[in-house]
């Protein structure tokens, strides 16, 4: 008995020091796979460089090249922002003014709307906002303007007309030239319906013009009508009537980034209608999609499965699970994709899970991103040693089978590791760029030290680098810091300092003197102009317009009132450049009927909570003070 006993734990402390060791991947051996997966992404890089430039994409087993998206050097777009995260500035510079002089969208052919959307728009905004990291002159007005956020803005504008639909939501094809085709299908998958705000948000937001944002959320809002009783989409929408052509619901192939952009752009915009969205879609997705952490393809009406199957695309979804703070779901996911990667060495587009065979005609694997991306996500969320591992074992299985003389080839067959002549160009966005990510600790893109890059702009001051990125579905990383130095309510905040610099008294603003009345000075009236009394009805006029839009549109806010503040102001420029908040409500006259006690703004500068009608800012004859602002408590 003490000998079994003995043995016992003999076996038990080995196997403990075995996994230990397993779990063992120090910062020595990051840097070699860090280092290996960058030799990985520059030989595919130069083979496209050259062999294929100026085509779309690389085929490596011929060593020539193809247009396949829109014939504008595809695979060079999409891997731009990838060479700074691997911290090759002189090429990135080179590439940067390549496609400043060169790129060319007035061409006479047809594009997926989704995948110009993702690969270009993204891939041209991703690298205008690291334009900094290059040590290179900045454009002027940058990051508000430049030339690859023109170009990123006339590619934009290319695909717009896919939208004018009696939905709003977008055809899949436009030709670049023409707008949409003559006699175009109006059926659409639901993620080339929905997987736009984030890069058109980002677009508004740098340009001042809010089409961008409000066609991409039109768009979403249509969608998210048409969900069935039980919350879930079907796959294949009619953009025209709403109706729904394929009625399967899942988060693999043509669904998958719906889900993903609900996500994200919840958390980029700060969007609590996003936010409901996704929260009542998890819902559903937890209750009638997942069964045992696979996610199968159900009826959407239903709930009931109707294809038992895992598809590669889905491997992203342990990545969003992880993002919103769920990684024992997403691990146990991660746990089932990974077994199937070490049984092929890759995984296939399709795999029957109860039957635990390969979907025939779906065995290859294109080099695809998904599950690498969900093992960085998961581990910048728990640094768990084993996800390294794994991202290891995915290398070295790209390495071994995929790698030719000219380049990476997509595998045809995960049970023969035969080959494809195609590297398609998400391989450079995507593939290499999370794996080189996931064994980089100290890369900028996750860094969250606390500190920040700082750029003098024409704007003002800029903050930048402070680790609040967020990757599109191509991983093109939006830098979201870089926003806000061209939103509304910072270039409102610039033109009061500028405007109204000589009239500011902040003694009288923040009530720290009752003399302060008879300091301020005094607005000078032209000779043939009334001086307005106290009594007056008085029209403001209105504010200059910020970018394309006037402020009262920017700052069009709905939140209960029970959450607001009061602030007496003259104008809604001097409103944000006070509080830094957009009014929920602005009046630019004084209410006519006091309820609430009225209160001298030269003595109290905030009034308290109360109802609309029971507020009063008094007017001065020199109009200082001619209306009120709503402070949201909340924000």
Same mark, same amino acid.
């Given at each position: 008995?003490?000998?079994?006993?003995?043995? $016992?734990?003999?076996?038990?402390?080995?196997?403990?020091?075995?996994?230990? $060791?397993?779990?063992?991947?120090?910062?020595?051996?990051?840097?070699?796979?860090?280092?290996?997966?960058?030799?990985?992404?520059?030989?595919?890089?130069?083979?496209?460089?050259?062999?294929?430039?100026?085509? !779309?994409?690389? =085929?490596?087993?011929?060593?020539?090249?193809? /247009?396949?998206?829109?014939?504008?050097?595809?695979?060079?777009?999409?891997?731009?922002?990838?060479?700074?995260?691997?911290?090759?500035?002189?090429?990135?510079?080179?590439?940067?003014?390549?496609?400043?002089?060169?790129?060319?969208? /007035?061409?006479?052919?047809?594009?997926?709307?989704?995948?110009?959307?993702?690969?270009?728009?993204?891939?041209?905004?991703?690298?205008?906002?690291?334009?900094?990291?290059?040590? $290179?002159?900045?454009?002027?007005?940058?990051?508000?303007?430049?030339?690859?956020?023109?170009?990123?803005?006339?590619?934009?504008?290319?695909?717009?007309?896919?939208?004018?639909?009696?939905?709003?939501?977008?055809?899949?094809?436009?030709?670049?030239?023409?707008?949409?085709? $003559?006699?175009?299908?109006?059926?659409?998958?639901?993620?080339?319906?929905?997987?736009?705000?984030?890069?058109?948000?980002?677009?508004?937001?740098?340009?001042?013009?809010?089409?961008?944002?409000?066609?991409?959320?039109?768009?979403?809002?249509?969608?998210?009508?048409?969900?069935? =009783?039980?919350?879930?989409?079907?796959?294949?929408?009619?953009?025209?009537?709403?109706?729904?052509?394929?009625?399967?619901?899942?988060?693999?192939?043509?669904? !998958?980034?719906?889900?993903?952009?609900?996500?994200?752009?919840? +958390?980029?915009?700060?969007?609590?209608?996003?936010?409901?969205?996704?929260?009542?879609?998890?819902?559903?997705?937890?209750?009638?999609?997942?069964?045992?952490?696979?996610?199968?393809?159900?009826?959407?009406?239903?709930?009931?499965?109707?294809?038992?199957?895992?598809?590669?695309?889905?491997?992203?979804?342990?990545?969003?699970?992880?993002?919103?703070?769920?990684? &024992?779901?997403?691990?146990?996911?991660?746990?089932?994709?990974?077994?199937?990667?070490?049984?092929?060495?890759?995984?296939?587009?399709?795999?029957?899970?109860?039957?635990?065979?390969?979907?025939?005609? =779906?065995?290859?694997?294109?080099?695809?991103?998904?599950?690498?991306?969900?093992?960085?996500?998961?581990?910048?969320?728990?640094?768990?040693?084993?996800?390294?591992?794994?991202?290891?074992?995915?290398?070295?299985?790209?390495?071994?089978?995929?790698?030719?003389?000219?380049?990476?080839?997509?595998?045809?067959?995960?049970?023969?590791?035969?080959?494809?002549?195609?590297?398609?160009?998400?391989?450079?966005?995507?593939?290499?760029?999370?794996?080189?990510?996931?064994? /980089?600790?100290?890369?900028?893109?996750?860094? /969250?030290?606390?500190?920040?890059?700082?750029?003098?702009?024409?704007?003002?001051?800029?903050?930048?680098? +402070?680790?609040?990125?967020?990757?599109?579905?191509?991983?093109?990383?939006?830098?979201?810091?870089?926003?806000?130095?061209?939103?509304? &309510?910072?270039?409102?905040?610039?033109?009061?300092?500028?405007?109204?610099?000589?009239?500011?008294?902040?003694?009288?603003?923040?009530?720290?003197?009752?003399?302060?009345?008879?300091?301020?000075?005094?607005?000078?009236?032209?000779?043939?102009?009334?001086?307005?009394?106290?009594?007056?009805?008085?029209?403001?006029?209105?504010?200059?317009?910020?970018?394309?839009?006037?402020?009262?549109?920017?700052?069009?806010?709905?939140?209960?009132?029970?959450?607001?503040?009061?602030?007496?102001?003259?104008?809604?420029?001097?409103?944000?450049?006070?509080?830094?908040?957009?009014?929920?409500?602005?009046?630019?006259?004084?209410?006519?009927?006091?309820?609430?006690?009225?209160?001298?703004?030269?003595?109290?500068?905030?009034?308290?909570?109360?109802?609309? !009608?029971?507020?009063?800012?008094?007017?001065?004859?020199?109009?200082?003070?001619?209306?009120?602002?709503?402070?949201?408590?909340?924000?």
């Amino acid at each position: 008995m003490k000998v079994r006993n003995c043995l $016992s734990l003999f076996i038990f402390f080995a196997c403990c020091a075995l996994v230990s $060791s397993f779990l063992q991947f120090d910062r020595g051996k990051r840097k070699i796979y860090r280092e290996r997966v960058q030799k990985m992404f520059y030989h595919a890089y130069d083979s496209y460089l050259l062999n294929a430039f100026p085509f !779309d994409e690389l =085929r490596p087993l011929t060593c020539d090249g193809v /247009d396949t998206w829109g014939s504008y050097s595809l695979t060079l777009i999409d891997a731009l922002d990838t060479l700074i995260v691997m911290g090759n500035k002189s090429e990135f510079r080179r590439v940067v003014k390549h496609l400043e002089t060169s790129l060319n969208f /007035d061409k006479d052919v047809n594009v997926s709307v989704f995948e110009t959307n993702i690969r270009v728009v993204g891939g041209l905004l991703a690298a205008h906002l690291m334009l900094h990291r290059a040590d $290179s002159p900045l454009p002027t007005g940058w990051p508000c303007n430049g030339p690859l956020l023109t170009l990123a803005e006339e590619i934009a504008q290319k695909i717009l007309p896919a939208f004018k639909t009696n939905t709003g939501m977008p055809f899949g094809t436009v030709n670049l030239r023409k707008g949409v085709p $003559s006699g175009e299908t109006p059926i659409t998958c639901t993620a080339g319906v929905a997987t736009y705000i984030l890069e058109f948000g980002v677009l508004s937001r740098l340009t001042g013009d809010p089409v961008y944002e409000e066609t991409a959320l039109q768009a979403l809002r249509s969608l998210w009508l048409t969900r069935t =009783r039980i919350g879930l989409v079907g796959n294949h929408i009619d953009v025209q009537t709403g109706e729904w052509k394929a009625l399967d619901a899942g988060i693999g192939a043509g669904v !998958d980034s719906y889900y993903e952009y609900l996500a994200k752009g919840a +958390s980029a915009f700060q969007n609590t209608e996003l936010l409901s969205m996704l929260i009542e879609s998890v819902t559903a997705i937890f209750k009638h999609v997942n069964h045992d952490d696979w996610y199968f393809w159900v009826s959407s009406s239903a709930g009931h499965i109707t294809m038992a199957i895992f598809q590669s695309l889905e491997a992203f979804w342990p990545g969003v699970l992880a993002s919103g703070g769920h990684a &024992d779901p997403a691990y146990r996911s991660i746990m089932h994709y990974m077994n199937i990667w070490r049984h092929y060495g890759f995984t296939p587009e399709f795999f029957e899970v109860m039957k635990s065979t390969i979907v025939k005609g =779906r065995e290859g694997y294109p080099l695809r991103p998904e599950l690498i991306e969900s093992l960085y996500h998961l581990y910048r969320v728990t640094k768990d040693p084993m996800l390294l591992h794994f991202g290891a074992q995915i290398f070295e299985s790209i390495e071994s089978i995929s790698r030719v003389p000219c380049g990476y080839a997509t595998v045809k067959n995960v049970e023969t590791h035969s080959l494809e002549n195609r590297m398609e160009s998400f391989f450079l966005a995507e593939t290499t760029k999370y794996l080189y990510l996931l064994f /980089d600790d100290d890369n900028f893109v996750h860094y /969250d030290s606390g500190t920040a890059d700082i750029i003098e702009t024409a704007h003002g001051e800029c903050v930048l680098s +402070s680790g609040n990125f967020i990757f599109n579905t191509e991983a093109h990383p939006f830098d979201l810091a870089g926003l806000d130095c061209c939103s509304a &309510d910072k270039q409102a905040a610039n033109a009061f300092i500028t405007s109204f610099q000589s009239r500011i008294d902040f003694p009288f603003l923040f009530g720290l003197t009752k003399d302060a009345e008879s300091l301020r000075p005094k607005r000078v009236y032209q000779a043939d102009e009334p001086v307005l009394s106290r009594n007056s009805t008085i029209n403001t006029p209105k504010d200059p317009p910020i970018g394309k839009r006037s402020l009262e549109e920017w700052c069009n806010c709905d939140i209960p009132l029970a959450d607001y503040a009061r602030v007496c102001v003259r104008n809604l420029t001097e409103w944000l450049f006070l509080t830094g908040k957009c009014p929920a409500v602005f009046c630019a006259d004084p209410v006519a009927t006091v309820v609430h006690p009225v209160f001298s703004p030269a003595q109290y500068d905030e009034i308290p909570l109360g109802s609309p !009608d029971m507020l009063t800012c008094t007017v001065t004859d020199d109009n200082d003070f001619v209306g009120y602002g709503e402070i949201n408590l909340r924000a």
